[in-house]
């Protein structure tokens, strides 16, 4: 995420007395990662004095298990943990979330892991995590008025963000890479709202959609991963909350979660110290794993130097929905990392397709690419003893791989093409 300049920032920050009555739930101020300084809420990312992200801060009642489990099956179950108004449930949403938490036996058996499982996002109503963010931002943009819902994606936000602003009638406007797999460009289109591909990577998207924020195009408009980014990012904490859940309210020893700006495993990480300081669950050490591909792994290159600072990368891999080769919250990831005793490893594109092959075959989950460099980076640590086999672990799947065909459709082929007889089929598998 690129940030404002001071201009655009204080301009931002200065709105919020139009939202101040707005209903946040639970949410309180905006927080600066950096200095910690505090700001009332608004569509704000960055923190005047430092340039530091944003992040909500709350002050919790008291909840419990009981409460949560009265809730809808989605991610409004956890609606006193979120940024949420306490009606959000009953106005139209794609309600995303509650997705299954798969017990993998048998790729835990041909990895020689004793308990594994998979957290399947591709059951998502867009089919990837994204539809948990994007519902979290939704309800910001409903809130401080803002007519159009925009992102610059790799292709799966697009996707959520184009079908959650057709549901809540907002306009859409969302910018991708002009590259991307076809699925994900049909798939971003196809919900009646603007698509525009800009010739670049996705940084060069990200870097003009925040251009676009400070011009008099873009003031009404909620840009779910910039000027709403705060409120964005909480929604992947749902899937830290889900996993303890479904694993009986326990937080799992290890967890291989995939990086593409990073924003992801940070929230997963503050959802676990979230669910531990609330006495939801026991606290206990747990350890976080990162996993990049090779042909756009900037914080993997970091860790393994054993530096603090992310060296920006030009991607090139078919794992386009991590290609982001300046994350913005790389730093976090390599300090949450190093701080749980897990690790930062990347994959390189044989491996991806290698992988989402294993998933497949072993627990009929077919994966994006995405989803094969989190399996795939599991293999290599295990095979390395680097993550502990006898340990609880949760694997990440945060997408379809429908919408990655072309990762896989050369090997992916009929087993043979045969004549409609028996003499031809008995021949063929012979």
């Given amino acids: 995420m690129a940030l404002a300049t001071t201009e655009n920032t204080t301009a931002s920050l200065s709105r919020v007395e139009d939202t101040q009555n707005q209903h946040f739930g639970p949410a309180v101020a905006l927080s600066c990662r950096e200095c910690g300084a505090r700001y009332d809420l608004g569509p704000s990312f960055a923190c005047i004095e430092c340039f530091g992200p944003l992040e909500i801060a709350y002050d919790f009642g008291r909840v419990t298990r009981e409460q949560i489990a009265e809730g809808p099956a989605n991610i409004w179950r956890y609606r006193s943990l979120l940024p949420v108004p306490a009606d959000v449930a009953s106005k139209p949403n794609m309600e995303p979330g509650w997705t299954r938490l798969v017990n993998a036996g048998n790729l835990a058996r041909e990895l020689g892991m004793r308990s594994l499982h998979v957290k399947d996002d591709s059951g998502n109503p867009t089919h990837s995590f994204k539809d948990r963010v994007v519902a979290i931002a939704v309800e910001?943009?409903?809130?401080?008025?803002?007519?159009?819902?925009?992102?610059?994606?790799?292709?799966?936000?697009?996707?959520?963000?184009?079908?959650?602003?057709?549901?809540?009638?907002?306009?859409?406007?969302?910018?991708?890479?002009?590259?991307?797999?076809?699925?994900?460009?049909?798939?971003?289109?196809?919900?009646?709202?603007?698509?525009?591909?800009?010739?670049?990577?996705?940084?060069?998207?990200?870097?003009?959609?925040?251009?676009?924020?400070?011009?008099?195009?873009?003031?009404?408009?909620?840009?779910?991963?910039?000027?709403?980014?705060?409120?964005?990012?909480?929604?992947?904490?749902?899937?830290?909350?889900?996993?303890?859940?479904?694993?009986?309210?326990?937080?799992?020893?290890?967890?291989?979660?995939?990086?593409?700006?990073?924003?992801?495993?940070?929230?997963?990480?503050?959802?676990?110290?979230?669910?531990?300081?609330?006495?939801?669950?026991?606290?206990?050490?747990?350890?976080?794993?990162?996993?990049?591909?090779?042909?756009?792994?900037?914080?993997?290159?970091?860790?393994?130097?054993?530096?603090?600072?992310?060296?920006?990368?030009?991607?090139?891999?078919?794992?386009?929905?991590?290609?982001?080769?300046?994350?913005?919250?790389?730093p976090y990831v390599l300090d949450i990392a190093r701080r749980t005793g897990g690790a930062v490893e990347d994959v390189t594109d044989p491996e991806i397709v290698d992988a989402i092959r294993l998933l497949a075959r072993t627990e009929g989950i077919f994966a994006e690419t995405a989803g094969g460099v989190t399996v795939g980076v599991l293999r290599k640590l295990v095979a390395a003893g680097r993550l502990d086999p006898e340990a609880e672990t949760v694997v990440l799947n945060t997408g379809d791989g429908l919408k990655t065909l072309d990762a896989v459709a050369a090997e992916a082929r009929p087993t043979a093409v045969i004549r409609p007889s028996l003499d031809a089929f008995r021949a063929a598998i012979a």
């Fill in 140 to 330: 910001a943009a409903r809130n401080f008025g803002f007519h159009t819902l925009s992102c610059s994606s790799t292709g799966n936000l697009a996707g959520a963000a184009a079908a959650a602003a057709a549901r809540a009638g907002l306009d859409a406007c969302v910018f991708i890479p002009a590259d991307l797999e076809e699925a994900k460009i049909v798939m971003a289109s196809v919900y009646g709202g603007r698509l525009i591909g800009i010739e670049g990577t996705y940084d060069d998207v990200n870097r003009f959609c925040s251009e676009l924020i400070g011009d008099e195009l873009g003031e009404k408009w909620g840009f779910v991963n910039v000027n709403l980014r705060p409120y964005y990012a909480e929604g992947s904490k749902t899937l830290a909350y889900e996993i303890a859940e479904q694993l009986g309210w326990r937080v799992p020893d290890q967890i291989v979660v995939p990086v593409a700006s990073g924003s992801q495993l940070t929230k997963i990480d503050k959802g676990f110290k979230e669910l531990i300081e609330l006495g939801l669950v026991e606290d206990r050490p747990y350890k976080i794993f990162a996993a990049q591909a090779e042909g756009c792994s900037p914080v993997s290159a970091a860790y393994k130097a054993g530096h603090d600072v992310i060296r920006p990368v030009k991607p090139d891999t078919i794992a386009k929905s991590l290609a982001i080769g300046n994350p913005a919250d790389g």
